[in-house]
């Protein structure tokens, strides 16, 4: 049973970047699948993209392209995203999960990132 | 890159009744080397994450109840909830995860209690 745990709330100001993790545990890291899903609110599911850290893959969303970087670090079995130049509307809880072919079965509680100035 | 429409966008049905979603895919999501449609559902109730219900467009997850069931295949699925109880009110998303990313959601479907 793999279990995400992700880290706090967070307020940013406008143009200022954010880290987001996900620590893993119960699985294998290596067997992995992250992907980051953002939600702002009373809004639907935006997938924002995946990172496969024993492939070393990241693919990015066109609308994060450039502005969204993936990271993993098996050592501590935990995925980053992080988020840089925020604006008003990167206010959004984040949500990493884990699967790909059986759907994504585990999900982290959530983030909220709120960005004002 | 696949769009994924959902409808209707609302539904209201009462207690014991059938709730059906309909997800429509912009190109076909059925992977022909194993017959497979690379379509999930998922559940999510306010202030929770998603919760996986339905993988390969009718595989149900360890753990849901059996009134929920997907069917359809190519560019046409299905969310059934053979009889919807209480704690069914919920927004209910379809992703399709088919070959290259992006893996895209529908918007959302809001179920409620008529």
């Known amino acids: 049973q793999v279990q995400l745990v992700q880290s706090g709330a967070e307020v940013k100001k406008p143009g200022s970047s954010v880290r987001v993790s996900c620590k893993a545990s119960g699985g294998t890291f290596n067997y992995y699948i992250f992907t980051w899903v953002r939600q702002a609110p009373g809004q639907g599911l935006q997938w924002m993209g995946r990172i496969i850290p024993i492939l070393g893959v990241t693919n990015y969303a066109q609308s994060f392209q450039g502005r969204v970087t993936f990271t993993a670090d098996k050592s501590t079995s935990t995925a980053y995203m992080e988020v840089s130049s925020l604006r008003s509307e990167d206010t959004a809880v984040y949500y990493c999960?884990?699967?790909?072919?059986?759907?994504?079965?585990?999900w982290g509680q959530g983030t909220l990132v709120t960005v004002s100035s | 890159d696949i769009v994924m429409t959902q409808s209707p966008d609302s539904l209201a049905v009462s207690l014991g009744e059938r709730a059906t979603i309909n997800c429509k895919s912009s190109q076909s999501v059925l992977y022909s080397s194993n017959n497979k449609n690379f379509l999930a559902w998922y559940q999510q109730k306010p202030g929770q994450p998603p919760k996986l219900l339905i993988y390969?467009?009718?595989t149900r997850e360890s753990g849901v109840p059996d009134r929920f069931s997907g069917s359809g295949s190519g560019t046409d699925f299905t969310l059934t909830i053979s009889s919807l109880q209480a704690e069914d009110v919920a927004v209910y998303y379809c992703?399709?995860?088919?070959?290259?990313?992006?893996?895209?959601f529908g918007q959302g479907t809001k179920l409620e209690i008529k």
């Open positions: 992703q399709q995860y088919y070959s290259n990313p992006p893996y895209s």
């Open positions: 999960a884990e699967g790909q072919d059986l759907g994504m079965r585990y």
């Open positions: 390969w467009a009718s």
